[in-house]
């Protein structure tokens, strides 16, 4: 994969790509920096390139850090705005990342870093492909049960408002939340406020 138009074919049809996704095809940095000069890729930022006629959606900075941070998970206020479920803009990425896990300095778009452990990390994930590259986010049970859990984070009034728009839009169940909320032993803490919405 030395010529451009091969290498262009490829970072289309990934959507976004490293610098070292393009070494592991044989593409060095002296091909990809001679092809942004041209005008055929665009820097994104740091090391993570696509090709300059892509449309990103407005998920942009989740793919970024879906790239660099592959082991990370969407979560919080990021992951109700993914799943329409909030009035909150993030004005960051939340990310979760597991205890003991190595953590990468972002320089943009800012990141919020969870370290989340165990069941609790693993539970209700979900994969989305945006633009050929898959996210990973929590569920919408298991984002408000999160939102419980990190109440002190985010705001108790950011959980609430999460907590009656699901149950009010149906897009979790009762049963779905409560189990998301044992899993992340904030069941005790959910369970009224629950009660007040149903």
Known sequence: MKNKEKTLKFVKK???VTASDLEKTGVYRN?????CDEGLLIRQSRGLYSASDTEFSEHLSL????????????????????????????????IAVKRGSWIPKYD?????VTVISGTAFDFGIEK???????????SIAKTVADCFKFRNKIGLDVAIE???????????????????AEICRVGTVIRPYLEAVI
């Open 14 to 16: 990934k959507g976004m």
């Open 31 to 35: 091909l990809l920096y001679e092809m």
């Open 63 to 94: 793919i970024e850090i879906s790239k660099r941070s592959p082991d990370s998970v969407i979560c919080l206020i990021s992951a109700l705005s993914f799943h329409c479920i909030t009035t909150q803009l993030p004005h960051e990425v939340w």
């Open 108 to 112: 943009s778009p800012p990141v919020n």
């Open 128 to 138: 989305h492909k945006i633009n050929g590259v898959e996210i990973r986010v929590y």
């Open 162 to 180: 999460a907590l009656k728009e699901v149950v009010r839009s149906r897009k979790a169940t009762v049963d779905e939340i409560m189990k998301a």
